[in-house]
């Protein structure tokens, strides 16, 4: 099972706005839009940031937005702070594989 | 609280078995599926396998099918992940995780790490 795409590293300075993208073959995340979003920091758990493409759990900041078109999946974090330097990950859930796919992660550095 | 601990991690020799436990509490355990996920050293995420609520079905990603088996016991609030025929490349922090409602998973544990010695 192949993992999804995402750049290794995107960096932005306080307050800008970033987007890491999410890229696989449609099999895998175009024809579904069960596209999840994970934050991790250093030595703890991953964090659930957004579900459904595009929908928030309750307690996560809205500076995080989730958006899709095509095959790409996209994250973006606006007003970028120091606190949300960490790794990020996309998964999607291929109906048709029974199984949960990641995404090869990336690493935000805020400047 | 919702929360999931997991435990049963260590130090095992390549060929070897581990179990690993996962208790959860805060939540109804008894309706939601759920995950283990595993981060080699340095490295993303990986799904490894998942059950169902009632305990079937279950998924597997390829490289465990054979070697690991995923349980639960409702009554106790646990899963467990059995572990055989270990081999080096499943090293790594394994997370235990709650299936949310659809297609995504809402609370993770903070992991135990298993270390296989070749």
């Known amino acids: 099972q192949s993992a999804l795409t995402q750049p290794a590293s995107v960096s932005g300075s306080p307050e800008q706005s970033i987007t890491i993208s999410c890229t696989g073959p449609s099999r895998d995340i175009g024809d579904y839009h069960y596209v999840s979003w994970y934050q991790q920091h250093p030595g703890k758990a991953p964090k659930l940031l957004i579900y459904d493409v595009s929908s928030r759990p309750s307690g996560v900041s809205n500076r995080f937005s989730g958006s899709m078109y095509g095959n790409t999946a996209s994250l973006t974090i606006s007003g970028l702070q120091a606190e949300d330097e960490a790794d990020y990950y996309c998964?999607?859930?291929?109906?048709?594989?029974?199984?949960?796919?990641f995404g090869t992660g990336t690493k935000v550095t805020v400047l | 609280e919702v929360q999931v601990v997991e435990s049963g991690g260590g130090l095992v020799q390549s060929g070897g078995s581990l179990r690993l436990s996962c208790v959860a509490s805060g939540f109804s355990f008894s309706t939601h599926s759920m995950n283990w996920v595993r981060q080699a050293p340095g490295k993303g995420l990986e799904w490894v396998s998942y059950i169902s609520s009632s305990g079937s079905p279950k998924y597997y990603v390829d490289s465990v099918k054979g070697r690991f088996t995923i349980s639960r016991d409702n009554a106790k609030n646990s899963l467990y992940l059995q572990m055989n025929s270990l081999r080096a490349e499943d090293t790594a922090v394994y997370y235990c995780?709650?299936?949310?409602?659809?297609?995504?998973?809402?609370?993770w544990g903070k992991g135990t790490t298993v270390t296989v010695s070749s």
């Open positions: 995780a709650r299936d949310a409602y659809g297609y995504y998973m809402d609370v």
């Open positions: 998964s999607s859930y291929p109906l048709t594989r029974n199984l949960y796919v």
